[in-house]
């Protein structure tokens, strides 16, 4: 567990979401799914004034995100369809971040599967944190991106998608945030498992 952990940290801050994810899932797995819950739901949570902010009408995704944390359920049939019907920066993932988290409480999977949904909903929230904060300071990029994502640049042969997600990925703030995040999400696994 220790290991992990650490293994955690430093994936943190490499930026090793392969590891971070992976990882992450085997030190949830030490717990009870229902406890490892709140590590995605307490970010779901901040986030979702910034998703209601640019989706003041869409009080189904509050509603089903309340449901899960204060019921520990979630209704059979989901919104699989609504990833894309939300296109501002991050929203996408923030959709699917919880959608995962009304899955991991579902009685149909198996708890490895939990664990899956857990951590893809932990993973998701954080994209979708980072996509907000960095398209919300490059607003130029994300329309760029969501309208000439396919064009190819001729002096690099790269498109317009690959550029944006090379400067996204590779700004000095997104890299911060992102290490921030997951060293946060490190230390609230440590605390529910009682590490010292």
């Known amino acids: 567990m220790v290991d992990d952990l650490t ?4 994936a943190a801050h490499q930026r090793e979401w392969t590891t ?3 990882t992450l899932k085997r030190l949830l797995a030490l717990s009870e799914p229902i406890l490892a819950l709140e590590i995605p739901a307490a970010r779901i949570h901040a986030h979702l004034p910034r998703f209601e902010h640019y989706y003041p009408e869409a009080n189904w995704v509050r509603e089903l995100f309340l449901t899960v944390v204060s019921y520990a359920s979630a209704p059979n049939d989901l919104p699989e369809h609504a990833v ?3 296109p501002s ?3 996408g993932n923030f959709i699917s971040a919880v959608l995962d988290l009304a899955r991991a409480v579902q009685g149909k999977y198996t708890v490895f599967e939990r664990y899956s949904f857990i951590t893809n909903a932990t993973a998701n929230v954080i994209l979708a944190d980072l996509m907000d904060f960095y398209y919300s300071h490059h607003p130029d990029y994300w329309e760029r991106l969501t309208q000439n994502a396919d064009e190819v640049d001729a002096e690099t042969g790269l498109t317009v998608r690959q ?3 090379m400067n996204f990925w590779m700004d000095a703030d997104v890299a911060a945030r992102d290490t921030a995040s997951w060293l946060d999400v490190a230390a609230m696994v440590e605390g529910k498992l009682g590490v010292k």
């Open 89 to 91: 920066p991050g929203c």
């Open 84 to 86: 894309a019907q939300f």
């Open 7 to 10: 293994a955690l940290q430093t």
């Open 163 to 165: 550029q944006i997600n």
């Open 20 to 22: 971070l994810q992976d």
